[in-house]
Nanobody, 115 residues
């Protein structure tokens, strides 16, 4: 049974930091590219950051470059998203995605940036 379980979301003040985690099981994690997406109320889902299967390559949305860092630990079957200098416009549900021959999605974790 494939599972992607996100954690680490919450309420944070502008300028603060959060670290999201996505724990994977039920598939060969190290063979899959992993990504974080987000969806804010009334907006389309957008790609935030992606990382290749071995972790050698990453990509980011322009809106988060220099503030967010994606990483993975293939020994722990976990992908992370370190989010710094958070802004109110970063408020969204953040969802983990795995992609290779098949695509899997997590349920998401809420991130709210507000004073």
């Amino acid at each position: 049974q494939v599972q992607l379980v996100e954690s680490g979301g919450g309420l944070v003040q502008p300028g603060g930091s959060l670290r999201l985690s996505c724990a994977a099981s039920g598939f060969t994690f190290s063979s899959y590219a992993m990504s974080w997406y987000r969806q804010a109320p009334g907006k389309e889902r957008e790609l935030v950051a992606g990382i290749t299967s071995a972790g050698a390559g990453t990509n980011y949305a322009d809106s988060v470059k220099g503030r967010f860092t994606i990483s993975r630990d293939n020994a722990k079957n976990t992908v992370y998203l370190q989010m710094n200098s958070l802004k109110p416009e970063d408020t969204a549900v953040y969802v983990c995605n795995a992609l290779r021959m098949r695509e899997y999605w997590g349920q998401g974790t809420q991130v709210t940036v507000s004073s």
